[in-house]
Nanobody
Framework: VQLQASGGGLVEAGGSLRLSCAASGRPSSRHATAWFRQTPGEGREFVAVIRGSGTTTYYANSVRGRFTISRDSTENTVYLQMNSLKSEDTAVYYC???????????????????WGQGTLVTVSS
């Protein structure tokens, strides 16, 4: 499986963006897909994850209630709808996939061996 992230751009604070993560091939229903983000000089920060079933999601506290992760199985695509964006959401966003990790490990980047190339989100204040 290979991942292609897209949808980043420049948006004003309070605005919205939708990121897409398209998978080539057919991801296993046992795989989870996550979004992480990274700013210069920092490690990758967990944002959200959706399990292969598409019915279970987890969010970072900093985005819960503003971001929504979803899956379109027919298109092998995972989306991250980002609303009420803040300047601190500015980062390069990466999608990643791996075998469904246990709940206590879903926020760990090491659980996801396959990564997309990243898409830049810039929120102006």
């Amino acid at each position: 499986v290979q991942l292609q992230a897209s949808g980043g751009g420049l948006v004003e604070a309070g605005g919205s963006l939708r990121l897409s993560c398209a998978a080539s091939g057919r991801p296993s229903s046992r795989h989870a897909t996550a979004w992480f983000r990274q700013t210069p000089g920092e490690g990758r920060e967990f944002v959200a994850v959706i399990r292969g079933s598409g019915t279970t999601t987890y969010y970072a506290n900093s985005v819960r209630g503003r971001f929504t992760i979803s899956r379109d199985s027919t298109e092998n695509t995972v989306y991250l709808q980002m609303n009420s964006l803040k300047s601190e959401d500015t980062a390069v966003y990466y999608c990643a996939t791996g075998s469904n990790p246990i709940t206590s490990a879903v926020r760990s980047a090491s659980m996801y061996p396959v990564w997309g190339q990243g898409t830049l989100v810039t929120v102006s204040s």
